[in-house]
């Protein structure tokens, strides 16, 4: 009798496991994929080297290169990520910068500035910056005095 109460509750194992296949397998071949347009669509990008009065191919994953002030040179994605991550910000003036370049998939600047530290010490931090979309995506230090 124990033997016949376990060959049911295989059977009723293996019938649940074969439906639960037929089903996945239905849905694995008859599910709706992403259809690619019957005709290509002209995404132009204005960061297309043909749109551009220099011709410099920007790959799309940097974005735009981050414009510098003409007054100071400086680059205001770069003034506001340091001030929005340092301890007293009105106490921060900025020095020095370096000429937007592109290294790999980056836009970098190097940014000197000085300002008073949490322990109340005057701090002058030389940093690189690198950008991407006009995001601060990874800083360097260079030098904290």
């Known amino acids: ?62 974005g735009l290169k981050p414009e510098k002030d003409p007054k100071d040179g400086s680059v205001k994605i770069v003034e506001e990520f340091v001030k929005l991550n340092v301890k007293n910000p009105a106490t921060f003036k900025f020095q020095e910068w370096s000429e937007v370049s592109r290294e790999g998939a980056y836009w970098k600047v190097r940014c000197k500035y000085r300002g008073i530290s949490s322990f109340n010490a005057e701090v002058t931090t030389n940093a690189w910056f690198y950008i991407q979309h006009n995001k601060i995506v990874h800083t360097k230090i260079i030098s904290k005095i």
Do not use: C, Q, W
């Open 1 to 62: 009798m124990k033997s016949t109460d376990a060959n049911k509750n295989i059977l009723g194992g293996i019938i649940v496991f074969i439906l639960v296949g037929v089903v996945v397998g239905y849905y694995v071949t008859h599910r709706e994929g992403e259809k690619l347009p019957s005709t290509p669509v002209n995404k132009r990008s204005e960061d297309d080297s043909s749109a551009r009065p220099d011709r410099e191919r920007i790959p799309v994953e940097i």
